[in-house]
């Protein structure tokens, strides 16, 4: 019997190197499905499940946002907490370019460019959290404090 061969996503190489436990979790990936397809598919609450979003801030300078996946990123608070006039979403092709990853299946781990990574300071509360492993349809289970340790994000509040 063949075994399942494990994905050899930037992510996942980058935990490995960390030497993080993390369970994969594959799912059929619906094209603008988000969090919640992947919850509802994997019969899991999508508050655990934590969406990496690219943002650029008024200077262009890019930047990743980690958020629960049934809330939304107050843009107005964020800008506030990082004190610039205005937070965006990048464009897809942005995102896509500066992370190395292909939209719906962004990762924060492993990037092609090092960005700065901010966190709805509630997720490090959660017992377990289901992100993106670096390919569209492929999660990872993993404990806050190993995202924590290897991503070292700015804590903050701007959950909606």
Known sequence: MARDKVPA???IRLLKQHKVKFTLLRYKY???GGTRASARELQVDEHMVIKTLVMEDDQQRPFI???HGNCE???KH???QLKVKRITPCTVDRADSLTGYQTG?????GTRQTLPV????TIANLEKLIINGGRRGLLLELSPKNLIDILS???VSVAI
């Open 65 to 67: 946002v980690l958020m």
């Open 73 to 75: 990123v107050s843009l």
């Open 9 to 11: 996503t930037l992510a």
């Open 105 to 109: 299946g962004i990762s924060p781990f």
């Open 78 to 80: 964020l800008a506030r």
């Open 153 to 155: 994000p700015t804590s």
């Open 118 to 121: 901010f966190m709805e300071e």
């Open 30 to 32: 619906e094209d603008k």
